[in-house]
């Protein structure tokens, strides 16, 4: 303050009482200089706490991101690299129990079907013997927790309609983790044939004509419902026409199809029977 003074009155040496004015001017300018000072503190200091703040909140919700990415990837990964094992094999027999468990006590749409009373619940392949189910693709060659690993159908007969619930298996894969379209297309042939079987006279019958929409991909290890209604307007005794969807859990679209199945004139065929 003193320093100040004597620097204003070196410079104002003709103001009268230019001692005094001075004095007061100091006083008031340091008094300034004083509060400034302090506010300068103060905002620093906020701004300090705020810096601390912002890099607390940075760094808690950080390690909550990696924690859940760290949790999901590791499960992400793990399907991804395990490999599909042979049927047969007690690890086979292992997935298949925890599949089927899952059928019994995960999935809504199999306790929504149970209590309706218009459907009834069946096992797949049911008229076929144990040798033919061997010669059959999707009961031979694709069976076991690493192709069709479930299958249960529902049939409505009153709406000329089924529903089959299947697990698809990560041998089924034509890109990684996306189901093979023709895989997809050889359950969906399966299936729209047990509706239009089921509702031909001669209990027996062939695929003419099969359309497939590819809506959304179809992934491995999960669980999808194939649906098929029998066109009951245009089917005849010897035609059957079959449309069909495939649906993830939740609802979601991923094909849509539409078929003919036809009796032969001429030449036999097998019955195969209204259960295969």
């Not at 200091?45 to 990696?66: I, K």
């Not at 089921?198 to 491995?220: H, M």
Request: with cysteine; aromatic share 10%.
């Amino acid at each position: 303050m003193f320093c100040l003074q004597r620097v204003l009155q070196s410079r104002l040496p003709h103001f009268p009482g230019s001692s005094r004015s001075v004095a007061r001017y100091a006083r008031a300018n340091t008094r300034t200089l004083n509060t400034a000072s302090s506010q300068s503190e103060s905002m620093w200091s906020r701004l300090q706490r705020a810096s601390e703040s912002r890099w607390g909140r940075r760094l808690f919700w950080g390690s909550v991101f990696f924690l859940c990415g760290d949790f999901f990837t590791r499960g992400l990964m793990g399907e991804l690299l395990e490999m599909p094992v042979a049927p047969g094999t007690l690890q086979d027999q292992a997935r298949l129990e925890k599949i089927e468990r899952q059928f019994e006590h995960t999935l809504p749409i199999v306790q929504r079907l149970r209590a309706d009373p218009d459907y009834e619940e069946a096992e797949v392949y049911g008229n076929f013997s144990e040798e033919d189910k061997m010669q059959r693709l999707t009961s031979g060659p694709l069976q076991g927790s690493r192709g069709i690993a479930f299958q249960r159908t529902f049939y409505n007969d009153k709406e000329k309609t089924a529903v089959n619930v299947a697990y698809l298996g990560q041998g089924l894969e034509g890109w990684p983790t996306m189901v093979h379209g023709g895989a997809l297309g050889t359950v969906i042939d399966e299936h729209l044939g047990r509706v239009a079987i089921r509702n031909l006279p001669q209990r027996t019958g062939v695929t003419a004509n099969l359309e497939l929409q590819y809506r959304a991909p179809v992934l491995s290890n999960k669980f999808y419902t194939f649906h098929a209604t029998l066109d009951q307007e245009r089917s005849t005794e010897r035609k059957a026409y079959v449309r069909g969807e495939v649906r993830d859990m939740v609802g979601k679209l991923c094909v849509e199809a539409s078929a003919l199945f036809v009796v032969p004139k001429k030449y036999q065929l097998r019955e195969v029977g209204e259960r295969f």
